[in-house]
C-alpha cells in the first residue's frame, strides 16, 4: 500500500513540474511585444529553479565532486554523438513520408512563433532540458522503475508521446533522443549529464533558428 501511495505522489508531481513548464508557453503568440516575451521568459526560469529545488530534495542530483570532474566530458560527449544519427534516421524517414521540406509539428509552431533569443534560450535551453530530465529519468528512470531497462522504455515512449508526434519521423526523432537521454542516466546515474546533452542539443537547435 505504501508503494502505490509512493508511486501516485511521485506520479503526481511529475505531471505537475510538467504542467507548470507548459503553463507559460499558453501566453506565446507571433510578434508579440518584447516585455510579454520577457515576463514568459521570467516564468520559465522560475520553473526551473523550483524543479531543481524538488529535484534536490529527492536526491535525484550528485555531489557536484562526483559530477564535474575530468571525465564529465565523456558520457556528455559520447550521448550527443550517439543522438547525431538518431535525429538523422528521423530527419530521413520525415522526409520519405512528407518530401523534402518535411517538419515535426513541435519544431513548425516553434518556428512560426518567431520567439525572440532570450525566450528562445529560456524554453529550449533552459527550462526543458531540466524539467523534462527531472520528470522523465529522475521520477520515471529512477523512482518508478529503479534504473531498469522497462524504466527506459517508458520513459523514452513518453518524452516522444509529450513532443506531439504526428507520423513516424517524429517518433523515432523525439522517442529517440528520449532513449539516448534515457540511457545516459540510466549508465552513469547522474541526471547531470542527460540534462546537459538534452541542453547541448536544444542549444545548437536554437543556433540554427536565430543565425
Not at 3 to 23: D, N, P, R, T, W
Not at 66 to 80: D, E, T
Request: hydrophobic share 55%; glycine share 8%; aromatic share 12%.
Amino acid at each position: 500500500m505504501k508503494k502505490l501511495v509512493s508511486f501516485f505522489k511521485y506520479f503526481g508531481m511529475a505531471i505537475g513540474l510538467i504542467f507548470l513548464e507548459q503553463l507559460p508557453t499558453v501566453f506565446l503568440a507571433k510578434n508579440q511585444p518584447f516585455w510579454q516575451s520577457f515576463l514568459i521568459a521570467l516564468s520559465l526560469l522560475v520553473v526551473a529553479i523550483l524543479t531543481i529545488y524538488v529535484a534536490k530534495r529527492l536526491g535525484f542530483f550528485s555531489k557536484a565532486s562526483q559530477v564535474w570532474n575530468s571525465g564529465a566530458y565523456k558520457p556528455i560527449i559520447m550521448g550527443f554523438l550517439i543522438m547525431v544519427p538518431v535525429k538523422m534516421l528521423g530527419g530521413m524517414t520525415l522526409v520519405l513520408e512528407h518530401g523534402s521540406n518535411a517538419n515535426t509539428l513541435n519544431q513548425s509552431v516553434i518556428e512560426q512563433l518567431g520567439m525572440p533569443p532570450v525566450l528562445l534560450f529560456a524554453l529550449s535551453v533552459i527550462a526543458a532540458p531540466i524539467v523534462e530530465e527531472v520528470v522523465f529519468r529522475g521520477f520515471i528512470v529512477k523512482q518508478a522503475f529503479h534504473y531498469s531497462y522497462l524504466g527506459v522504455i517508458v520513459s523514452s515512449a513518453l518524452f516522444g508521446a509529450v513532443h506531439v508526434p504526428t507520423d513516424l519521423g517524429s517518433w523515432i526523432l523525439y522517442g529517440g533522443m528520449g532513449l539516448v537521454l534515457a540511457l545516459v542516466y540510466q549508465k552513469t546515474k547522474k541526471l547531470e549529464y542527460s540534462i546537459a546533452v538534452h541542453a547541448l542539443n536544444n542549444f545548437l537547435g536554437v543556433l540554427s533558428l536565430i543565425l
